[in-house]
């Protein structure tokens, strides 16, 4: 079954180091989104794909960077992690049109 | 202003009664609605859409869509106590072309 997976599900660094958190989808989905959730704000969109070599802004996207090398993986850098990244954090992927999105299990970030 | 407003909640309604949720949306090119629906510590759902005025019905679910008020609402029928949950409430503007704009969410608790 096709599927989108993240990893690591929970992840403890420091202040100042470089993390990468991956995503991966079996959908063959072009569409493919970084998104963070936290209390009282709810779920923003931090970066976003449409295709390969394609990356886009979002909403918060300063300190995170994303690279579209294939149409499977989207995996998320955070330059050098601040307590304010601490954070829970969801990929997701969808189809050309108006479909709703498929989400991963989401990571847990905790920057120390 | 929000561009999706929704009560955070807690809705505390009894098992077996119609849970009502609601959401308020600023923007007029607003084309295609979503709700999904989160459990504690999980990834976002998808469990309706909706892109014409009036009433979809799914199961137990009912959706609402009044553009001209922009207003999109979420019925739950026969509450169970599986449906405690938080519900988004999200959209797509085509001219943003597949990318979800989340509401917080509200919170819902269905009781013995």
């Known amino acids: 079954d096709a599927e989108i997976t993240q990893s690591p599900r929970h992840k403890i660094t420091e202040t100042g180091r470089q993390v990468t958190l991956a995503c991966h989808q079996t959908?063959?989905?072009?569409?493919m989104f970084w998104y963070r959730q936290d209390l009282g704000h709810g779920l923003r969109l931090i970066h976003y794909?449409?295709?390969?070599?394609?990356?886009n802004k979002g909403e918060v996207s300063d300190g995170y960077s994303v690279s579209r090398s294939n149409t499977e993986d989207l995996p998320l850098t955070l330059e050098s992690a601040a307590s304010s990244q601490t954070s829970v954090y969801f990929c997701?992927?969808?189809?050309?049109?108006?479909?709703?999105?498929?989400f991963g299990s989401g990571t847990r970030l905790t920057v120390v | 202003q929000k561009e999706v407003e929704q009560n955070s909640g807690p809705l505390s309604v009894p098992e077996g009664a119609i849970a009502s949720l609601n959401c308020t949306y600023s923007?007029?090119?607003?084309?295609?609605f979503f709700w999904y629906r989160q459990y504690s510590g999980k990834s976002p759902e998808l469990i309706m859409f909706?892109?014409?005025?009036g009433d979809k019905e799914d199961g137990r679910f009912t959706a609402q869509l009044n553009k001209a008020s922009q207003y999109v609402s979420l019925l739950i029928r026969d509450s169970q106590p599986s449906d405690s949950a938080t519900y988004l409430c999200?959209?797509?503007?085509?001219?943003?072309?597949?990318?979800?704009?989340f509401g917080t969410g509200t919170r819902l608790q269905v009781t013995l």
């Open positions: 997701a992927s969808s189809s050309m049109g108006n479909y709703g999105y498929t």
């Open positions: 959908w063959n989905h072009n569409n």
């Open positions: 794909s449409y295709g390969v070599q394609d990356t």
């Open positions: 923007d007029r090119g607003s084309q295609s």
């Open positions: 909706i892109y014409s005025n």
């Open positions: 999200a959209f797509i503007n085509t001219g943003t072309a597949s990318k979800l704009t």
